[in-house]
C-alpha cells in the first residue's frame, strides 16, 4: 500500500474531511488531496503532524504499511489449545489480536462438543458446513442443520454439540477474537 492510500483510509476512519484534517495539521486542502494521491511526498515533521492529528504513532504507520495479507492457505492455519481429539478448532486467519473478527474452522467427531464458554462481549455467527449440531445459549437449545447458520449475542453462556451420527462442521465467526 502507498503512503497516499494509507492517510486517505486513516483520515476516512476517523470521518475527517481533506479540509479538516488540513486545517487541524495546519496544511491546505490541496496538499493533502496531493497526498493521497501520491503526486508529493510529505517530509517526517508534515507526516508526524498530520498522523498527531490521525492518532497513530510515526512507527505503527510505517509498521502496518507493508503490503496486507489477502489470502491464507490452509498451511496457515492453527489448531488452538481448546482442541481436543473430539473438537478440533483451527484459527483460519493467524494473529486475530490485530483484527476485530476471529474466524475459524470447528470439526466435531461423534458427540464432539465446545466447552461451555462463559458469557463475554461480542456476537458470534456461524454457518454449519457438515452435520447437525445443538446450540445451547444458557437453558435454552436450537437443532442447527447443514447450510443452516447461527447469530448471537455473547452475553450468554453457550456451547456447541454434534447431534448427529457423523462429523459436524461450522465456519464459526466471533468478534472481537477470543480463540487462541
Partial sequence: MKIGEKLKRLRQANSLTQEELANRAYL???????????????????????LDVLGVSLADFFRDLAEERVVYPRSARITTSRSTPACKIEVLVPDAQKRIM?????TMGLGGQIEPQRPHEGE??????????????D??????????????RSDREHTVVNLGKKEAQILWIV??????
Fill in 175 to 180: 468478534t472481537p477474537p477470543i480463540f487462541d
Fill in 139 to 152: 437453558n435454552l437449545a436450537y437443532k442447527i442443520r447443514q447450510h443452516e447458520c447461527f447469530y448471537f
Fill in 28 to 50: 491546505t486542502k490541496g496538499f493533502i488531496s496531493q497526498l493521497e494521491r501520491d503526486l508529493t511526498s510529505p517530509s517526517i515533521a508534515t507526516l508526524t503532524d498530520i
Fill in 102 to 106: 476471529d474466524p475459524v474452522l470447528v
Fill in 124 to 137: 458470534e455467527f456461524g454457518l454449519v458446513l457438515k452435520g447437525t449440531i445443538s446450540l445451547k445459549l
